[in-house]
């Protein structure tokens, strides 16, 4: 099966005024602009939230400075009532990072959770989900009660609760890079990098009263390392990439399914226009179909800067990869 797309550069940033190493995905409005984050440049070099037109002006809505109101934002921000929301790594009132709110129109920024790196945790990496409600959902790389990252909520007043600290201890994983999935009953899934019964990560589920399950621990043949949010069919079933692992140890797409079964996808290997290194998870398409990047490979050589996959099914039972598009090859 072949396919065809078209690149095209909106905005090529210089590290500047204009931003600069944005890190995390981009969110559509219903005009087709799009919103994001930078984890540096700007006005003050601790990075920006951006909005991009679709003809490709730019335009930054906000500069961190590093202090109270947060600094070197690394996640993806959502909308919602017409705000921003998102996360910064660092800064915030005791250096461990935030949570906050941004009125595009206006470029005020409210700071709405600052992060001890204590038992609240500290260091969100990824972005925050939103409930029904405006109750804002996450993740941080460290802190909470054993220092290995958190699953938290915050209100839009303000009140944060922790549901669920990772524990370096038997099968659970711990210092979660990504954020958390929610279902329409209010529980929250994701993945760690670290941890699980051999280490190699693991998928998890957490309740909205803090139970975790550990849905399935990576065992190295199937993946190791997932560092990308999962997603959902209409079946419930899980789908995220494993960074290294798989077959080839050059990372894997999986399916979870809700009682635990994991089914490699996808093995990645350095041959043909293949990529290798996933380090982001997939999206999915409303026939099912799954799309993503890889960090590395992607031209006929084996080497390349990375490519843009697709792994589509004919059947519920028969898959297929092929790369979508591998012009990051400069």
Known sequence: MTAS???????????????????????????????????SGGANFEGTVFKLTPTGTEKVLYNFTGKSDGGGPTGSVVRWEGNLYGTTLTGGTSGNGNVFKLNPSTGKLTNIYNFTGGADGGGPLAGVVLDQEGNLYGT??????????????????????????????????FSPGAGGTLNSKGNLYGATPLGGAIGAGMVFEVTS???????????????????????????????????TGGALGLGSVFEVTPSGVSTVLHSFQNKGTDGNFPFAGVVLDDKGNLYGTTLNGG????????????????????????TLQQKLDW
């Open 5 to 39: 797309g078209t690149f095209s550069t909106l905005w090529t940033f210089t590290g500047f005024a204009d931003g600069g190493n944005p890190e995390a995905a981009v969110v559509l409005d219903s005009e087709n602009n799009l919103y994001g984050t930078t984890l």
């Open 140 to 173: 941080t790389y460290s802190g909470g009660a054993f220092g290995y990252g958190t699953l938290f909520k915050v209100t839009q007043s303000g009140k944060e609760t922790v549901f669920h600290s990772f524990e370096p201890n038997g099968t659970d994983g």
């Open 209 to 243: 009263s803090g139970t975790e399950t550990v849905l399935h621990s990576l065992a190295g043949t199937d993946g190791i390392g997932p560092q990308g949010n999962v997603v959902f069919d209409s079946k419930g079933n899980l789908y995220t990439t494993a960074y």
């Open 299 to 322: 031209s006929a050589t084996g080497a390349g800067c990375g490519a843009i996959y697709k792994i589509y099914r004919k059947t519920e039972h028969l898959r297929n990869h092929e």
